[in-house]
Structure formats: C-alpha cells, structure tokens
C-alpha cells in the first residue's frame, strides 16, 4: 500500500527569491514506514524545481523569482513508491526593478520646454508592480540632477528651461520597496527663439528676422512650410533630418512637408527672404541625396500662408537644435 498525501502543507518566511515549506505526516503511510519525500515546484503549470530527499518534514525553497505565484505540491514514499500528493500555492514578494525603463525618448517641445516618455522596464525585470517613475534632468551626461520629477505617468513636460541648451534625462523605475536603476540618459536641445515676420511680402515672397545663433556654429536650415487650414507642423525638434525635403520635392507632394528653402553659414545679416529663388549648398552633404545637397528658395504661392523655423548645427558631429515655428505670414494675393 502507498502511503496518503501528507497533511498540513505550509508556506513560510515567503521573501522576494526564498521560501520555507513543511507538511506533517499521514495519517496512514501504508505498508511500513516512510522513506523520503517529493517537492515539485510549477509556474504557470511549467516544472521549475524537481526535489527528491530523504525523510524530512520541511525544506527551504531558493532561487524564486519576485513577486511570482507559485503551485507547490508535497507526496511522501515507502518502499513501495510515492503516495498521492497534497498541493498549496504562495505568491513571492516584491524587490526593487532589476531594470530600467525603455525607449526612453527626449523631444523639444519649445524653447522652454522638454517632452520625456519612455516604457516600463522588461517584464522579467520589474520585480513587482511599479508605482512610480522618477526622471531626473541633468547639464551633463550621467551626472547629478538638478532636477527630479516623479510621476505615475510614462512621460513628463520638464518646463522653465533656457533655450538653445542640451540637457540630460535619465528615467528610473520603482515598486513599493524601493526604485531600481536609471536607464542611460539622453540628451536633447530646446528649441531657440522663434524667427520674428517682417511685413515686407510680396505674392511670391515673405521676408522673416531670423535668430542668429549667439554660440559657434557651422550652419543652418531654414525650413520652411506651406500651411493648411493655417495648421502649423509638429514640433520643429521632432523632426528627423531626413524628413525635411526640397522644395521640388514639397512642390509635388499631395501633402503639406517642411521643406529646406535655404542654408545659413554666417552671421551676416539676419533678414532673411522666402521665395527669392536663389540656391543654397549645404557645407556637410546628406547621405540620403548624394547626388545634390543644393537647395532652391522657391516662389511662393500668392494668397498663402508660411512658416519657418531654423535648424541650427552646432558640429561636423551632427549635433543640432531648432528654433521654435515662426508667427504665420501669408503673400499678398496678387503680384
């Protein structure tokens, strides 16, 4: 005869990665007396841990997984085999994130101001249920904030910022016990001042004040739109390189696309002239047109509204801030 299923199975001390079991004999062993014991511990229904021992009546369970459920099942043996097996379940505790936070992404939302959003940290590395996230804004990569926010949300505006700056953010991730480590920061610029609109427009033509950078820099972009519905783009920051096009390109588009009307390579002058039909050549050529890295400052269209904002290069590194958008100018309707 096999032995019954041992009786009074508990879980004890249960930690974030350790726990202890025990369980009292049967009733009835059966034919003769007891020699061992087996544990087998599931997750989701899969084996995780297989334990085969000598006669005992507890064992201290290792290497869990926070703030994980756990099937646990308990049988005993004689010389004749294994008796039927006694089952419990327990649920490890919380620890702090093993890992940070993911695709953390900084975008200038204006001169002022940064957008931060990211991902929770992998599931596998979460620990328990995360309450909360902290950034923390920094002037230089990797070092001390000067400014921290925590919020329950996956992203954050950090406002009252200099424009024309670089700054850091850095993201972390907490349960109740503790927070875990920060995720590598990124750096991002805020946008400078928006180019003013001067009142000299033509039907082809609208002239702007554009914003002289006051650092070293090589070049920039003036990036112009053609508005629908008087609806600007997205924020100047947000776009990539690649998404600005030329002007011939923008011409045969069924939809509004910021165009590069012009490159800038030196302080002189800060009127600028949109529509003059002048060509431009950038100093670094994009890879993505090897053929031609010259820009042609189209005619407008009579009767329509622009926008511009400059993209400022500060290195042959390709590192670069934008302007804010330009106040809307509309061309006379007739020449």
């Known amino acids: 005869l096999l032995p019954n299923k041992p009786t009074n199975l508990t879980v004890t001390n249960v930690k974030s990665r350790t726990a202890r079991i025990s369980w009292a004999d049967p009733n009835n062993t059966g034919d003769g007396v007891l020699t061992g014991f087996q544990i087998q511990l599931k997750e989701n229904n899969s084996l995780i841990q297989n334990i085969t021992k000598d006669k005992d009546n507890e064992y201290d369970l290792d290497n869990l997984t926070p703030y994980t459920t756990y099937k646990i099942s308990v049988a005993v043996r004689n010389k004749h085999g294994f008796g039927e097996e006694t089952i419990t379940s327990f649920k490890t505790s919380e620890e702090a994130p093993e890992g940070p936070p993911l695709n953390v992404t900084v975008i200038a939302e204006s001169s002022s101001s940064l957008l931060v959003t990211w991902e929770p940290p992998e599931k596998d590395k979460r620990n328990g249920i995360i309450v909360s996230y902290t950034v923390c804004i920094s002037h230089e990569e990797s070092k001390p904030c000067f400014r921290e926010y925590t919020t329950k949300k996956k ?8 424009d024309s700056t670089k700054y850091y953010a850095g993201v972390l991730a907490s349960t109740e016990v503790g927070p875990g480590p920060y995720s590598e920061s990124k750096g991002k610029f805020t946008n400078a001042e928006q180019p003013e609109v001067s009142t000299n427009g033509t039907a082809y033509t609208l002239t702007f004040s554009l914003q002289i950078p006051s650092q070293k820099f090589t070049h920039f972009y003036v990036v112009a739109l053609k ?31 910021p165009y590069i009307a012009a490159v800038v390579t030196s302080k002189d002058g800060n009127m600028f002239i949109l529509g003059d039909s002048r060509n431009t050549s950038d100093p670094t050529p994009r890879r993505r047109r ?13 009767g329509t509204s622009y926008s511009i904002f400059q993209r400022i290069f500060i290195n042959n590194k390709g590192d670069y801030y934008s302007t804010d958008w330009s106040p809307a100018s509309k061309t006379s309707k007739y020449s």
Not at 155 to 162: A, C, F, S, T
Not at 231 to 243: D, I, W
Not at 292 to 301: A, F, H, K, R, V
């Open 227 to 257: 508005l629908k519905d008087g609806k600007k783009g997205r924020s100047p920051a947000s776009y990539e390189n690649n998404e600005l096009v030329t002007y011939a390109e923008a011409e045969k588009s069924t939809d509004s696309k």
């Open 290 to 302: 090897s053929t031609s890295s010259d820009y042609y400052n189209g005619p407008l269209e009579p």
């Open 155 to 162: 992203m954050v505006v950090i406002e009252n910022l200099i």
